[in-house]
């Protein structure tokens, strides 16, 4: 366990400590939130200074976190989340980039980035966060932790500060897969059930790699799946193409992030570093007819997926394009590679489907997710994978 001032996970300058309410399911076990989550008492900052400023302590606790509260788990803080949730970096100008413990020289992947690395340092034994575009996804898979974006709408957010309200979900993170699932019995409200799947789609367009090793680290994986009494069969899963859902995604994030929150964001731009702020002035590009035509999109779009993917079948693919970037890489280089990301986040965000990342192989000793993603309301299902699967290579 690394001490926390080393790993710069929690919020600067706040100290949060709740006890739980009574014994349950998780009695013994610590959490932390991400900031947007709201505790009683504490402004839900945002991952923004002038945010946290400028608005009011929160009344009353996120029904989320008070289930884990009476449950029997303590929470320990609120983690550093990228400005308004808005990056798949983790990397916040205010308050410092959490430390990814296995690659302490890589970005630690946001907007969920506190809450990964409190996890993958040993703080906490898990973490909640949230999934936009990629949020839970993309830490868990830089960070070599365990992460689970839930079916949109099936875990609440009352309480918890939006992005974009129609693609925004819950998740938690955890180091085995274990914790992943006895979190999940009671975030979910139902037990785990048996592992059983009858299909495996393997998602051929984003396992191509150029580099031989990792493509053989892939196929040992895929050879894993067929040891299992299951269909196996390969899609170009990204069909129209992969630009096509990307489109839909952020013209409805933009859209929605804009009617949420875009008066004060437009008011307070100096308050943003330079990054997020060059991104941020976009958001209002966006009008009614074409977020209106990309819902249109969207649905098409998740037509398509769902016929693919039905309650016995589970797509496979990497988490993330690879391991982490580099720290200190340039702008033009970090838009480069959120644009190559996205291709991995995108299908489960527009289309609202369940996606957990297992830390399950290696390059140049820094982790890369696997992932499966299931039908909606299939995140059961999802945990018990994890159960099966998760054995690094």
């Known amino acids: 366990m690394k001490p926390a001032d080393t790993c710069n996970v929690f919020v600067p300058g706040e100290m949060i400590t709740v006890a739980p309410n009574r014994e349950g399911k998780l009695s013994s076990l610590t959490f932390a939130v991400k900031e947007l989550y709201d505790v009683r008492?504490?402004?839900?900052?945002?991952?923004?200074?002038?945010?946290?400023?400028?608005?009011?302590?929160?009344?009353?606790?996120?029904?989320?976190?008070e289930l884990l509260l009476n449950e029997g788990a303590t929470l320990l803080g609120k983690t550093i989340s990228d400005e308004m949730a808005f990056s798949l970096d983790g990397e916040n100008f205010h308050y410092g980039t959490p430390l990814n413990s296995r690659?302490?020289?890589?970005?630690?992947?946001?907007?969920?980035?506190?809450?990964?690395?409190?996890?993958?340092?040993?703080?906490?034994?898990?973490?909640?966060?949230?999934?936009?575009?990629?949020?839970?996804?993309?830490?868990?898979?830089?960070?070599?932790?365990?992460?689970?974006?839930?079916?949109?709408?099936?875990?609440?957010?009352?309480?918890?500060?939006?992005?974009?309200?129609?693609?925004d979900a819950a998740g938690w993170f955890a180091r085995t897969p274990d914790m992943l699932a006895r979190v999940g019995s009671v975030m979910l409200g139902v037990e785990i059930p048996e592992f059983r799947i009858n299909k495996f789609v393997i998602a051929r367009d984003l396992f191509d790699t150029k580099d031989p090793g990792l493509a053989a680290k892939y196929d040992a994986f895929i050879q894993r799946l067929s040891g299992l009494p299951a269909e196996i069969v390969e899609t170009e899963i990204g069909k129209p193409d992969f630009s096509t859902w990307i489109e839909a995604l952020r013209n409805i994030q933009w859209w929605e992030f804009n009617q949420a929150h875009g008066a004060w964001i437009f008011r307070n731009l100096d308050a943003f570093g330079a990054e997020i702020r060059g991104r941020l002035e976009k958001i209002s590009s966006v009008t009614r007819k074409e977020m209106e035509e990309q819902r249109l999109v969207g649905k098409q779009l998740t037509g398509r997926i769902e016929n693919l993917i039905s309650p016995d079948t589970l797509a496979v693919f990497p988490t993330a394009p690879g391991i982490a970037p580099l720290k200190w890489r340039s702008i033009e280089a970090a838009r480069a590679a959120r644009l190559n990301t996205m291709r991995h986040t995108c299908i489960a965000a527009v289309a609202g489907l369940p996606q957990v990342s297992m830390p399950l192989i290696e390059q140049d000793g820094c982790p890369l997710g696997i992932s499966f993603m299931g039908a909606r309301g299939q995140d059961g299902q999802l945990l018990a994978a994890a159960q099966v699967f998760g054995t690094p290579l």
């Open 41 to 65: 008492g504490f402004v839900t900052g945002a991952g923004n200074p002038r945010w946290k400023n400028t608005h009011p302590v929160a009344q009353t606790t996120a029904p989320t976190v």
């Open 103 to 167: 690659c302490p020289e890589r970005i630690p992947g946001g907007s969920s980035s506190g809450s990964a690395a409190a996890v993958a340092g040993g703080l906490v034994d898990f973490a909640l966060g949230t999934d936009t575009a990629g949020s839970m996804r993309i830490p868990a898979s830089y960070c070599g932790i365990y992460g689970i974006r839930t079916t949109h709408g099936t875990v609440s957010l009352q309480g918890v500060h939006p992005l974009a309200p129609s693609l």
